[in-house]
């Protein structure tokens, strides 16, 4: 066991995918010491493009995506869609965001493209009204143009920790928009025994939650 490793890697920071993920690890790592991880960082297209050279071995990716070139394991959790903001700012007032509220404040947006096409369906195909200033592919540097005032920050719930302290807090869109999360690898890889083992137990968490 101690050459088996393996190289998850993960497209968004913190979520509730992710959580059950390295709860799974670490039930691995008391249960098979010698199993070592490495984790990676990335956007979606980062991800796959390692997937499909072979470079990883396990990604985490979130919808829309096209699962039809892998095998995967759908992660039970949905991630919420919102908006990062200050909390004196003129939106902080409302309960949930609809996509008139947006339309003419300045946004900060995921460069990945499969994401903005999934807010453009839910802003109905008019994506071009909003007033994109900034794009980014790290959620912390999001995080603290928002803090700067740049602007208002489309953006997954729990990424940040809202605390009475913070200057900034989240508001659900609405209508609302989820996505969920797969594990994923190429078709047809043969696993070491290592990854085998993760599976079976992210498979048992999996089973929990459902």
């Not at 470079?55 to 990716?61: A, E, Q, Y």
């Not at 309960?95 to 947006?102: E, F, N, V």
């Not at 959620?139 to 809202?162: D, Q, S």
Request: aromatic fraction near 10%; proline fraction near 5%; include cysteine.
């Amino acid at each position: 066991m101690n050459n088996d490793k393996f190289f998850p890697t993960f497209s968004f920071g913190e979520s509730e995918a992710n959580r059950i993920m390295m709860k799974a690890i670490g039930k691995t790592q008391k249960n098979y010491p010698s199993i070592k991880f490495h984790l990676y960082s990335g956007n979606a297209q980062y991800v796959e493009e390692q997937l499909d050279q072979g470079i990883f071995d396990l990604g985490i990716v979130t919808d829309p995506v096209d699962l039809s070139k892998y095998d995967y394991l759908k992660l039970p959790t949905l991630d919420t869609w919102g908006v990062l903001m200050k909390k004196d700012s003129e939106l902080a007032k409302l309960d949930t965001i609809s996509p008139k509220d947006l339309l003419d404040k300045p946004m900060i947006v995921s460069d990945q493209e499969m994401v903005k096409n999934g807010i453009s369906g839910w802003l109905g195909g008019n994506q071009r009204a909003l007033n994109v200033v900034t794009t980014y592919n790290l959620f912390y540097n999001a995080m603290l143009m928002c803090e700067e005032n740049v602007g208002y920050v489309l953006t997954l719930k729990n990424l940040h920790n809202e605390s009475d302290e913070s200057s900034i807090c989240f508001k659900p869109l609405h209508p609302p928009l989820t996505l969920r999360s797969h594990i994923v690898w190429k078709k047809y890889k043969v696993f070491p025994k290592a990854i085998e083992i993760f599976l079976e137990i992210l498979n048992e968490e999996i089973k929990k939650k459902q």
